[in-house]
């Protein structure tokens, strides 16, 4: 459903915007109906760069973003409302989307006046209930408030029904519970997997590993703006490859393990592996690359004269 | 016993009332412990911490007594308290990374904090070099402002500092919780480093983040409300805590190796109560699912076996 191909982002910074910084370099995936991919990634590594591009709030210096085979970059007016109908986004702070001095359910509105126009009253009320209902609020209770009066799970959960008064198919979800207190997360999380029930494709951006497992099927590790490892979530969390995914496995605090029973795990798991190079657990993680693991490199010529095992040996260095 | 609190009342003046955010709070800590104090926004756990240091307005001592190592603390008197803080009990505040005088240098800093405390800076150089060693700092972070520095650096830099006058209690306040896992992973060694090194004696961990303690702390205080819930090693807390709201909080966190269509977690319905005029009785109650008569008076915190205390009526607080 949603396509990206060789995307790219620079930002120009700087004073005069003389300098760039390369945010997200040569991204390809691919989210499929009812999917919910997860984009996992330490700050800065370009997560939201991602999910603005998607949302068409920033544009894509390279590549291209397709939905149903259509060029998102490309749409234009008319089209592009009808995307929005299907594509939204949330993000993290909930209470940045609200103004203070209006009631909550302002939000509502602006929907109303973007696509609903000619739609009654009645009829928009009952829809907002319907779509209310559908995040597990009471529409009694959370309607004629104020955001202070609102926890951030509601005002989350507020703006997620917002996004499903359209016949959305798609949401980016970017760090949408990051803010929320725990007891009130899970709900969150649930309702996003609930929302692949109904067959929309989400991507879910966390730098929290563990709520990626809870919720995806799909996994895409994210350093510096590059896809490190990508591929079926249980494959990336029980035997991690690349060494920044290790590095971040090894890392991210857990309630089953200690961080020294994961460390010892991820190495024994090296111990183990059978095809690939010989050298490879003892190779410094900098040096070792994905197919260092998979494949044993033969010798090869490096030099007139001169032979070398090393997946590294005659090729160019990767960034 | 390095800290003992008893009954420890702290509440906000405000204009619209008093902000009961502390409410009885009796615990001890024992020397070299690691001590994780946990629960969700808003329960209290900056006020706790801050009673303990600086307890200024518009925060008000209503009651209770903090004693360390064998000594009650003034902790009602902001001015008395001078004479402990950094060196008795020193804390990492939340938010201290984004604190930091962006127009002063960091040694800079540090001097003006050893000066303050009647120290000739030159003097401790070396200890501080010595310090900025054991977190893996360079030497040269002296020179910079603190906008050249990473939020993992300048962390680190706060935990030197707060830390450089071997106090026997350390506070730290939601320190990792602004940082990415790597460094919050580092972070969180090296407050077991000074601990295990003795440069400090016991450590409360301030955060929400029931992993990390379950990392490096050795017993996790509850918290709601801004009453105790339960205390008790990490090991009783995650793996067979007896207070309903530490179960309810326990279970409802995705673990890695748990999926949605697998397992389906619950979150604990209805949201914690407000602290200016909060309900009677246990403040858990309208979201408890065991709540009964009892539950309309505050439930006692109590030790139901040795070194693990629960406050509800449901757990042992009926034979108190
Ligand atoms: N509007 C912008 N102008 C310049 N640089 C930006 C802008 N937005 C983000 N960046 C930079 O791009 C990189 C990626 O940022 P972002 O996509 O926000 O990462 P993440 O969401 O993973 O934390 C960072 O280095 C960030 O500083
Ligand atoms: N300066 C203040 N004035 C009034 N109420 C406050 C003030 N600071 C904190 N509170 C209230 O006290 C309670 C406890 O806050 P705090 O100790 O900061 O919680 P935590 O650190 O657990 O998030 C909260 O209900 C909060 O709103
Ligand atoms: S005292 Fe009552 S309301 Fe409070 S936790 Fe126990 S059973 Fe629930
Ligand atoms: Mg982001
Ligand atoms: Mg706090």
Same mark, same amino acid.
């Given at each position: 459903?949603?396509?990206?191909?060789?995307?790219?982002?620079?930002?120009?910074?700087?004073?005069?915007?003389?300098?760039?910084?390369?945010?997200?370099?040569?991204?390809?995936?691919?989210?499929?109906?009812? #999917?919910? /991919?997860? &984009?996992?990634? =330490?700050?800065?590594? *370009? @997560?939201?760069?991602?999910?603005?591009?998607?949302?068409? $709030?920033?544009?894509?210096?390279?590549?291209?973003?397709?939905?149903?085979?259509?060029?998102?970059?490309?749409?234009?007016?008319?089209?592009?409302?009808?995307?929005?109908?299907?594509?939204?986004?949330?993000?993290?702070?909930?209470?940045?989307?609200?103004?203070?001095?209006?009631?909550?359910?302002?939000?509502?509105?602006?929907?109303?006046?973007?696509?609903?126009?000619?739609?009654?009253?009645?009829?928009?009320?009952?829809?907002?209930?319907?779509?209310? #209902?559908? /995040?597990? &609020?009471?529409? =009694?209770?959370?309607? *004629? @408030?104020?955001?202070?009066?609102?926890s951030g799970g509601q $005002?989350q959960r507020?703006?997620?029904?917002?996004?499903?008064?359209?016949?959305?198919?798609?949401?980016?979800?970017?760090?949408?519970i990051?803010?929320l207190d725990a007891s009130t997360r899970i709900d969150v999380l649930?309702?996003?997997?609930?929302?692949?029930?109904?067959?929309?494709?989400?991507?879910?951006?966390?730098?929290?590993?563990?709520?990626?497992?809870?919720?995806?099927?799909?996994?895409?590790?994210?350093?510096?703006?590059?896809?490190?490892?990508?591929?079926?979530?249980?494959?990336?969390?029980?035997?991690?490859?690349?060494?920044?995914?290790?590095?971040?496995?090894?890392?991210?605090?857990?309630?089953?393990?200690?961080?020294?029973?994961?460390?010892?795990?991820?190495?024994?798991?090296?111990?183990?592996?059978?095809?690939?190079?010989?050298?490879?657990?003892?190779?410094?993680?900098?040096?070792?690359?994905?197919?260092?693991?998979?494949?044993?490199?033969?010798?090869?010529?490096?030099?007139?004269?001169?032979?070398?095992?090393?997946?590294?040996?005659?090729?160019?260095?990767?960034? | 016993?390095?800290?003992?609190?008893?009954?420890?009342?702290?509440?906000?003046?405000?204009?619209?009332?008093?902000?009961?955010?502390?409410?009885?709070?009796?615990?001890?800590?024992?020397?070299?412990?690691?001590?994780?104090?946990?629960?969700e926004?808003?329960?209290?756990?900056?006020?706790?911490?801050?009673?303990?240091?600086?307890?200024?307005?518009?925060?008000?001592?209503?009651?209770?007594?903090?004693?360390?190592?064998?000594?009650?603390?003034?902790?009602?008197?902001?001015?008395?308290?001078?004479?402990?803080?950094?060196?008795?009990?020193?804390?990492?505040?939340?938010?201290?990374?984004?604190?930091?005088?962006?127009?002063?240098?960091?040694?800079?800093?540090?001097?003006?904090?050893?000066?303050?405390?009647?120290?000739?800076?030159?003097?401790?150089?070396?200890?501080?070099?010595?310090?900025?060693?054991?977190?893996?700092?360079?030497?040269?972070?002296?020179?910079?402002?603190?906008?050249?520095?990473?939020?993992?650096?300048?962390?680190?830099?706060?935990?030197?500092?707060?830390?450089?006058?071997?106090?026997?209690?350390?506070?730290?306040?939601?320190?990792?919780?602004?940082?990415?896992?790597?460094?919050?992973?580092?972070?969180?060694?090296?407050?077991?480093?000074?601990?295990?090194?003795?440069?400090?004696?016991?450590?409360?961990?301030?955060?929400?983040?029931?992993?990390?303690?379950?990392?490096?702390?050795?017993?996790?205080?509850?918290?709601?409300?801004?009453?105790?819930?339960?205390?008790?090693?990490?090991?009783?807390?995650?793996?067979?805590?007896?207070?309903?709201?530490?179960?309810?909080?326990?279970?409802s966190?995705?673990?890695?190796?748990?999926?949605?269509?697998?397992?389906?977690?619950?979150g604990i319905p209805g949201n914690p109560?407000?602290?200016?005029?909060?309900?009677?009785?246990?403040?858990?109650?309208?979201?408890?699912?065991?709540?009964?008569?009892?539950?309309?008076?505050?439930?006692?915190?109590?030790?139901?076996?040795?070194?693990?205390?629960?406050?509800?009526?449901?757990?042992?607080?009926?034979?108190?």
């Amino acid at each position: 459903m949603l396509k990206l191909d060789n995307v790219s982002k620079t930002y120009r910074t700087g004073t005069f915007g003389g300098k760039q910084l390369c945010a997200v370099r040569d991204v390809t995936f691919e989210i499929k109906d009812g #999917e919910v /991919v997860s &984009l996992i990634g =330490e700050s800065g590594s *370009g @997560k939201s760069t991602i999910g603005k591009m998607i949302l068409r $709030l920033i544009a894509i210096n390279e590549g291209t973003i397709t939905f149903d085979g259509l060029d998102v970059g490309s749409l234009k007016r008319g089209d592009l409302r009808e995307y929005y109908r299907k594509v939204q986004g949330v993000f993290q702070d909930p209470f940045s989307s609200y103004n203070p001095i209006f009631k909550a359910d302002r939000v509502f509105e602006v929907m109303h006046d973007h696509f609903y126009r000619s739609m009654r009253q009645k009829e928009w009320t009952a829809k907002i209930h319907d779509s209310l #209902e559908s /995040v597990g &609020l009471n529409p =009694e209770h959370v309607l *004629g @408030k104020y955001p202070h009066q609102l926890s951030g799970g509601q $005002l989350q959960r507020f703006l997620i029904a917002r996004a499903l008064l359209l016949e959305i198919r798609f949401l980016v979800a970017d760090e949408i519970i990051s803010m929320l207190d725990a007891s009130t997360r899970i709900d969150v999380l649930n309702l996003l997997a609930d929302l692949k029930e109904r067959d929309l494709g989400v991507l879910f951006i966390t730098h929290d590993l563990s709520l990626g497992y809870y919720i995806s099927e799909q996994a895409a590790i994210l350093y510096r703006g590059c896809i490190v490892e990508m591929g079926q979530t249980e494959k990336i969390y029980d035997n991690p490859i690349h060494p920044y995914t290790r590095m971040l496995m090894a890392s991210v605090p857990r309630l089953d393990k200690k961080w020294e029973d994961v460390e010892i795990e991820l190495r024994a798991k090296q111990g183990q592996l059978s095809d690939g190079c010989v050298y490879f657990e003892r190779c410094p993680e900098h040096q070792r690359q994905t197919c260092c693991r998979d494949d044993r490199p033969t010798l090869r010529l490096a030099e007139e004269g001169h032979f070398v095992a090393c997946q590294r040996s005659g090729k160019e260095e990767s960034s | 016993m390095s800290l003992r609190v008893e009954d420890l009342t702290v509440y906000y003046q405000t204009l619209r009332g008093d902000v009961r955010a502390l409410e009885s709070a009796t615990f001890s800590l024992a020397d070299g412990e690691i001590m994780g104090l946990a629960g969700e926004s808003g329960c209290g756990k900056s006020t706790l911490s801050n009673s303990l240091i600086r307890l200024a307005p518009p925060m008000k001592h209503i009651k209770g007594r903090v004693i360390l190592d064998d000594q009650e603390l003034p902790i009602a008197d902001l001015h008395a308290m001078n004479e402990y803080r950094f060196t008795e009990i020193s804390v990492v505040p939340q938010y201290a990374m984004n604190a930091m005088n962006p127009t002063r240098k960091i040694g800079k800093m540090a001097e003006e904090l050893l000066r303050s405390r009647g120290i000739d800076a030159r003097k401790a150089l070396p200890e501080l070099e010595r310090r900025l060693d054991l977190v893996e700092l360079d030497h040269d972070v002296l020179k910079m402002y603190p906008i050249e520095m990473s939020g993992g650096m300048k962390q680190r830099m706060v935990m030197v500092l707060s830390t450089l006058m071997d106090p026997s209690l350390l506070l730290a306040d939601e320190i990792t919780s602004a940082l990415d896992v790597s460094t919050q992973k580092a972070v969180a060694k090296m407050l077991v480093g000074f601990r295990d090194r003795e440069i400090v004696k016991s450590i409360v961990v301030i955060t929400h983040d029931m992993s990390i303690l379950y990392q490096i702390a050795d017993g996790i205080m509850i918290m709601y409300a801004g009453q105790l819930a339960e205390k008790a090693s990490t090991e009783t807390i995650i793996h067979s805590p007896r207070h309903p709201y530490t179960k309810l909080l326990i279970t409802s966190l995705p673990k890695v190796g748990v999926k949605h269509d697998e397992v389906r977690l619950k979150g604990i319905p209805g949201n914690p109560p407000l602290l200016l005029d909060p309900p009677t009785g246990c403040r858990f109650r309208e979201r408890c699912p065991l709540a009964f008569e009892p539950c309309m008076d505050v439930p006692p915190f109590v030790e139901i076996e040795p070194n693990h205390f629960v406050a509800c009526w449901k757990e042992g607080g009926a034979n108190a």
